[in-house]
C-alpha cells in the first residue's frame, strides 16, 4: 500500500501548476494492442524550451499518443515520424481544470489499488486462518489518508 502512495506522490510531483511539464505529460495513458500504457513507459519526455518533445521507444506508437493527447485536450501533434510535439503556452482557467480533474483521477486510481490490495490481504488472511484483518484495515484507511493529503495539496498547488 506504501508504494502505490509512493507512486501517487511521483505522479503528483511532475505535475505543474504554472505550466504543462514533462512529468505531466508522463503520467497520461496511450491505447496499445488493447492495452492503456503511461507515456513515460513507451516514450522519452523532454522539454525543449517552449514545447514539450515525446519521443516513443517504438515509432509506430506515435499514433497512438498523439490521440492520447488529443484526447485530453492537449495541443499534440506528430513532429515528424518518430516523434511528438507539444506546445506549452500559458496556463488558462480551463486547463486548471483539466489539471485538477486529473489529479483527482490519479487520486482515484490510487485508491483503487490500494482497495485491490486491501482485498487480496484479506483473501489470503481467510486462506491461511491466520492474521489480522484490523491491522489491514487500518493499513488500508492510513494509505487512503495519505493519498487524500497528497490530492488536497495539489489541487491546492493548482488553484482550483
Known sequence: MQTTVRHLAEQRAGIRSGTLSVGFVQTFRASLRRNSVVIG??????SRGDRIVITPFDPANVPAVVKALADARMNAYALDPRTVCLG??????????????????????????????????????????????RAVQEATDAAVVEIERLVKAKLAEVGT
Not at 480551463?94 to 485538477?100: D, F, I, P, T, V
Open 41 to 46: 513507459k513507451l516514450a522519452s519526455v523532454t
Open 88 to 133: 506549452i503556452p500559458p496556463i488558462s482557467g480551463e486547463q486548471r481544470a483539466e489539471l485538477a480533474k486529473h489529479v483527482k483521477k490519479l487520486g482515484e486510481e490510487a485508491k483503487v489499488a490500494v482497495r485491490s490490495i486491501r482485498q487480496d490481504a484479506r483473501k489470503e488472511i481467510a486462506a491461511r486462518g491466520r492474521g489480522s484483518e
